[in-house]
Structure formats: C-alpha cells, structure tokens
C-alpha cells in the first residue's frame, strides 16, 4: 500500500497539468486563451468615498483591514478572455490534491480561490510608491458576455461553480466571455486611510494598474508553468496567445473629503451593509 501512494499523487499531478491545458476548438492546434482588462469597465465603475466595514466582512479579515469608518476606493475589474480556445481549469479539488499550487481554500468565502490571478496596484506616479488592495483570491467563472469579443456571438457559458472541499467546482474563462468583479464584492478596493497597515494615501492624481495573469520570476523550487516567449526569465501561472496586452490603467484624482456620497462615476450609490462575496 505504501508503495502506491506516490504513484498516486503522480497521477494527481498529471492530472491537474492536463486540467490547465486550454480546450481547444475543432482541429486548431494553435488555439489558446486571452485574457485582456477591460479597461472601460474599470474607467467608468469606480468611486472615492467613507464606509463603515463591518468586522465581519471577509475583506476586512482577509486583508487584514482595521474595522469602522474607513475612506476607500472601489473599482470594478473584469478580464474577458478574447482569444479562440476556453480557459478551463475545472475542479479545483482536482488541484488541491495535486498540491500544484494554483488554488486554496478561502475560509470565509467557503470556496476555492485562484491564487495571483490578477494583481492590482494603485501607484503615485510622482514617487511611484505602489498601494496593494483588499482582494486576496479569485474564483474564475464566466460572469457576463464580453461583447466586443471578435469571435462568434453564441459561445456557451461553461464555467460556473468556484467549488468547495467535497463539492465538485469548474472554474475558467469560456471564449467571449469576461469573469467580472464588481465593485461591491469584498476585497474591491484600496483603503486610502491607512487603516490596512500601509502608509495613508494623500489626496491628488493617481494611477490604478491591473494585471491579468502578470509575470512572476520562479522562486527556488517553484515550476515556471508558461514561460513568456517575450520576456526570458518570467513566467505566468495560465496559458495565453499575447502576454502583452495583460494590463490596463486609468488616471483618477482622489479628493481631500470624499465624505459617504462620494467622488467618481458611482458616486450617490447605497451604503453597503452586507458584503457580497464572488461566487
């Protein structure tokens, strides 16, 4: 019995390695994902205002943010994937069981997260100091149809369920279709005040970056899953036709006293009493 047991987790491996292999459409051998920011969605959904973050929100616990009245700004984020294969991951208990990295149990979502799927900052450019959001992990599903994918109109909705330990889940990007993360949902924002431990951001003119499946340079030990043919030495976690086109930025001007109403596109919306989470 003892003997089978690495042979086992070898199978485990194997399996998880074919799991992140993109699904590829009739006889195209060439077909990969691609994932994009969409860039108008972060431009036109976003806002500077005072909110009182319940304990009891997973962000705050995740993020390690002090609780009460807090002056934040929230984004939305989505990444379609625009190129002509799926990207499918499946079930991430599949993943666990390998122990191949790429996913772990969020405890206060109850479900499986991707790990460094998407990075976001919000940089000074005068100083270029980088502030680091709430979020902490992604469950990739298809959420909404990107309608400006190039390809056909009527791809199907594959990916829907994040999974949970005993629960079967089947996270990915279909082709034409965007995971989108709103700005209510826990973990959507940068805290400006300090009140997350890093240093209080003044008012003036910022840059929010963000990053879809960014390069990473391998730790000792670590496996460089998908080398960039463009950047030696880099890696990324997820397959892709263009590495380039990973990140997309907008310019916004924090004001002094945002106040509960708030400055930005979603300025006047309702307080959020209940955070929802990305399932």
């Known amino acids: 019995m003892k003997k089978r047991i690495p042979v086992f987790l070898a199978i485990l491996c194997a399996i998880a390695a074919v799991l992140a292999v993109p699904k590829k459409s009739g006889g195209d051998t060439t077909a990969l994902p691609d994932l994009i920011v969409d860039q108008a969605a972060l431009r036109q959904h976003w806002i500077v205002r005072d909110e009182n973050l319940k304990a009891s929100f997973c962000s705050v616990q995740e993020g390690e943010v002090t609780p009460g009245l807090r002056t934040l700004l929230r984004f939305t984020v989505s990444t379609p994937n625009i190129g002509n294969a799926n990207l499918d991951l499946g079930d991430p208990n ?5 122990n191949d990295g790429l996913y772990e149990f969020a405890t206060c979502h109850n479900h499986f997260h991707f790990r ?50 005993g629960v079967a889940g089947n996270q990915g990007i279909s082709a ?69 086109n990973n990140t997309a ?7 002094d006293h945002p106040g509960r109403q708030g400055v930005g596109p979603l300025k006047n919306e309702p307080d959020i009493t209940e955070e929802p989470i990305d399932e």
Request: glycine content about 10%; proline content about 12%; overall charge negative.
């Open 94 to 98: 599949v993943h666990i069981a390998a």
């Open 116 to 165: 460094h799927y998407t990075l976001y900052e919000l940089i000074d450019p005068a100083t270029g100091h980088v502030w680091r959001a709430a979020k902490r992990g992604f469950c990739m599903i298809d959420v909404e149809k990107y309608q400006a994918y190039p390809g056909p109109a009527n791809n199907p909705r594959n990916f829907l369920s994040c999974g949970r330990p």
């Open 249 to 255: 930025e907008i310019t916004l001007t924090i004001p």
């Open 176 to 244: 034409g279709w965007a995971d989108t993360y709103v700005w209510k949902l826990g973990g959507q924002y940068f805290v400006l005040d300090g009140g997350d431990g890093q240093p209080v951001v003044p008012p003036g003119d910022y840059v929010i970056r963000i990053t879809v499946n960014p390069a990473f340079v391998p730790g000792p030990g670590e496996p460089c899953r998908f080398a960039d043919p463009n950047h030696p030495g880099f890696c990324h976690q997820l397959p892709e036709s263009n590495y380039e």
